[in-house]
């Protein structure tokens, strides 16, 4: 065992004979803050990377850009601000949520909004909703806010695939997607798209549910996308190893092949 290891274990047994000493448990509350802040930047567009990385794309071309998860369009709207000449279509299956995204991106006439999901087949599912002050928690996923008052209601889905054919969608220039934890779903509904490389950039949240932050990197990186976790400065482009795992989210941006030179710009950070 070499010195490093010998270390370790002594520290760990430390540790797990003091978790009851109030200094170590005060340790350990500083040491998650530190690895929340490291890892887990916040849900606050302004603040998290993605008005940054919108606005650092600006300059690809973004002509139709699909909101998938739209909320009450806060992000659409930014979307439709930064690229001016973009098509935007906002996709929300929670009634009294669109009904919000309606009002709230009425006037903006290149905002399509939609009053279903995104999926990978056709059909209805249950959803948890926690009413118009959670609305951002609701879940089609593990409900894991039993703790707070919530309803279950049914939601309309549709196939990716096909709603772009329905909608005259030839290609989608930026995908975003945040569904709270049925991310891969609405993936596998516009496999047909990935297959033809019809898709350009992809951001997804990755947060718990059932799918592993691995079985992006395999589906996405298996039609040549690189994948990286966005900061609030710059996107940082990495092999997956499993340890990514553990910090997985909240937002990931994927790149199709033979962009390399938008992938080093990203990477050493917006201007």
């Known amino acids: 065992m070499t010195p490093k290891e010998k270390f370790k274990k002594f520290a760990s047994r430390l540790i797990q004979d003091n978790r009851r000493n109030w200094a170590v448990r005060t340790m350990a509350r500083i040491a998650r803050f530190y690895d929340r802040a490291w890892e887990h930047p916040n849900f606050e567009i302004d603040e998290n990377g993605e008005a940054a ?13 699909y909101d998938v998860g739209a909320n009450v369009g806060d992000w659409s709207l930014e979307a439709s601000r930064i690229f001016p000449s973009a098509q935007i279509h906002a996709f929300e299956p929670v009634p009294d949520t669109y009904k919000t995204l309606v009002a709230g991106v009425g006037g903006e006439a290149r905002i399509r909004h ?58 989608i220039d930026f995908l975003k997607i945040d569904v709270e934890g049925m991310e891969y779903e609405v993936l596998c509904g516009l496999r047909e798209a990935l297959v033809a490389h019809r898709i350009g950039l992809i951001q997804f949240e990755k947060q718990p549910g059932r799918r592993l932050l691995k079985d992006y990197f395999v589906l996405l990186g298996g039609h040549g996308y690189r994948i990286g976790k966005i900061f609030s400065r710059y996107v940082d482009f990495r092999p997956y190893d499993s340890a990514q795992e553990v910090s997985a989210g909240p937002n990931y941006l994927a790149v199709p092949a033979g962009k390399d030179a938008l992938i080093d710009r990203l990477q050493r950070g917006f201007a």
């Open 53 to 65: 990385l919108l606005q650092a794309v600006a300059g690809e071309g973004i002509r139709t850009v």
């Open 114 to 171: 939609h009053p279903f999901g995104l999926s990978e087949a056709d059909g209805t599912a249950q959803f948890t909703y926690y009413g118009a002050e959670n609305s951002f928690l609701s879940t089609m996923a593990m409900n894991v806010h039993d703790h707070l008052p919530s309803t279950n209601i049914s939601i309309h889905l549709r196939r990716g695939d096909a709603v772009m054919g329905e909608l005259g969608t030839s290609a």
